[in-house]
T-cell receptor, first 110, second 116 residues
C-alpha cells in the first residue's frame, strides 16, 4: 500500500484559494489518487479522484505531479462549509482497501 | 433514495455483550464496507464485501464478524464487546470497480459505540 504524508493542519481565509498537498512517493503506476473530506460529526464524502492528468469537478480541482509522487487538492474559493479533515488516498486499481490516514484539518477563517 | 442508513445512532454496551450494527443502502451498490474511527484518528477498514455472499477482511477485523446475504444489507456483529472497541463506526457503499473503473463511496452517518 502506498504511504501518504499530509500536513496535520492548514488555515485559509474565506473566499481565498486553498492548496492541500499530499505526498505519495511510493505510489505505483496503476494507483488512483482519491480525496475525501469529513465535515465535523459526519461520515466522509467523496471530493475527487484522478490517475495522471489534472481533474476538475464542481467541488475542487486535483493537480497531479508529472512523476505522480505528489498531488494537490485545490479549493478555488474556500467557504466556512469547507472546514473539514481532508484525506488523500492512493488506491490500486481493482482493490478495495481504502487507507485513510490522519488527513489535513482545514480551518477556514471568516 | 435514502442512501446509506445506519442503526442505531448511539449504543452503550457492557464488556462481554454482543450486538449487531445495521447498515443498509438502496442504491443497488455491490460494494459495502465497515470502518471504525477512534478519536482524532482516520478511518480504519474492518471488513468489506464486493457482493452478496462475498466478504473479506480489512485492516482491523479482529473481534468483528460480517455477512452479506442481500445486496442491500451489511450488518456488523461484535461478538464480545471490549472497551477497545469504543469508537464511531461508519458503513459505506459504492458500485464495484469492475463496473465503473473507480467510483465514489457513499458513507452513512455513523454509529457511536461506547463499551464500558
Amino acid at each position: 500500500d502506498a504511504k501518504t504524508t499530509q500536513p496535520n493542519s492548514m488555515e485559509s481565509n474565506e473566499e481565498e484559494p486553498v492548496h492541500l498537498p499530499c505526498n505519495h512517493s511510493t505510489i505505483s503506476g496503476t494507483d488512483y489518487i482519491h480525496w475525501y473530506r469529513q465535515l465535523p460529526s459526519q461520515g466522509p464524502e467523496y471530493v475527487i479522484h484522478g490517475l495522471t492528468s489534472n481533474v476538475n469537478n464542481r467541488m475542487a480541482s486535483l493537480a497531479i505531479a508529472e512523476d505522480r509522487k505528489s498531488s494537490t487538492l485545490i479549493l478555488h474559493r474556500a467557504t466556512l462549509r469547507d472546514a473539514a479533515v481532508y484525506y488523500c488516498i492512493p488506491l490500486a486499481s481493482g482493490t478495495y482497501k481504502y487507507i485513510f490516514g490522519t488527513g489535513t484539518r482545514l480551518k477556514v477563517l471568516a | 433514495n435514502a442512501g446509506v442508513t445506519q442503526t442505531p445512532k448511539f449504543q452503550v454496551l457492557k464488556t462481554g455483550q454482543s450486538m449487531t450494527l445495521q447498515c443498509a443502502q438502496d442504491m443497488n451498490h455491490e460494494y459495502m464496507s465497515w470502518y471504525r474511527q477512534d478519536p482524532g484518528m482516520g478511518l480504519r477498514l474492518i471488513h468489506y464485501s464486493v457482493g452478496a455472499g462475498i466478504t473479506d477482511q480489512g485492516e482491523v477485523p479482529n473481534g468483528y464478524n460480517v455477512s452479506r446475504s442481500t445486496t442491500e444489507d451489511f450488518p456488523l456483529r461484535l461478538l464480545s464487546a471490549a472497551p477497545s472497541q469504543t469508537s464511531v463506526y461508519f458503513c459505506a457503499s459504492s458500485y464495484s470497480f469492475s463496473r465503473l473503473g473507480h467510483n465514489e463511496q457513499f458513507f452513512g452517518p455513523g454509529t457511536r459505540l461506547t463499551v464500558l
